[in-house]
């Protein structure tokens, strides 16, 4: 089945660690997303990749990175330098940029 | 600014219509959308719209955009337990290469 998968569902983190999210399209997309979900607040883009090899910083990049070294494959790390890591985070692909995007199931991180 | 708003909170009754209302911000997105949220899953695209229509309807859904008012709302015919869950609403501002998303409208509906 045609998809996007989110590695692993749930991850906790202790502090000063870093911790690297996965996320699988199958789709065939071009452009690919990370956002991050708090409760109560809508979704804040961290980073967007249009085309492999090469990212962009979203609204709140700082205390993360990305690398898009394959078409299907887009993997977020959060570093130590975030400093409130605890969240939802939900990957997304497009066929192209500002195409009707397709969100993965999400993955749960927790510090503790 | 850039903030997409939605009310926080909506309870129908089973069987009822539910309204869900978005205030976007920018009046020359081309596509607004909206989606839907389960508990502890990733966003579900429910339907879109083109910013050169009016109203869309699709089934039970039926969008309705008011493009003066920078107002866009989803219409839920009959509604079920099975709705319930969080909608958002969402734009895509041209050349910023983003979606900007509103807080979400978790709907709750009684049996």
């Known amino acids: 089945d045609g998809g996007i998968t989110q590695s692993p569902k749930y991850l906790f983190r202790k502090e000063g660690q870093n911790v690297t999210l996965s996320c699988e399209q199958n789709l065939n997309h071009d452009a690919m997303y990370w956002y991050r979900q708090d409760p109560g607040q809508g979704l804040r883009l961290i980073y967007y990749s249009q085309i492999v090899n090469d990212f962009q910083k979203g609204d709140i990049a700082e205390g993360y990175s990305v690398s898009r070294e394959k078409k299907e494959s887009f993997p977020l790390t959060v570093t130590s330098a975030q400093k409130n890591p605890t969240a939802f985070y939900l990957c997304a692909s497009s066929l192209l940029t500002l195409d009707t995007i397709y969100f993965g199931e999400g993955s749960w991180l927790t510090v503790v | 600014g850039e903030d997409v708003e939605q009310s926080l909170f909506l309870s129908v009754r089973e069987g009822d219509s539910s309204v869900i209302n978005c205030t976007y911000t920018?009046?020359?997105?081309?596509?607004l959308y909206w989606y839907k949220q389960e508990p502890g899953a990733g966003l579900q695209l429910l339907t879109y719209?083109?910013?050169?229509?009016d109203m869309k309807q699709d089934q039970r859904l039926t969008v309705l955009l008011n493009k003066k008012d920078k107002h866009l709302s989803l219409r839920i015919a009959d509604t079920q337990t099975g709705d319930s869950a969080i909608y958002f609403c969402?734009?895509?501002?041209?050349?910023?290469?983003?979606?900007?998303f509103g807080t979400g409208t978790r709907l709750k509906v009684l049996a």
């Open positions: 719209i083109f910013s050169n229509m």
């Open positions: 969402a734009e895509s501002p041209p050349g910023t290469y983003k979606y900007i």
């Open positions: 920018d009046s020359s997105s081309t596509y």
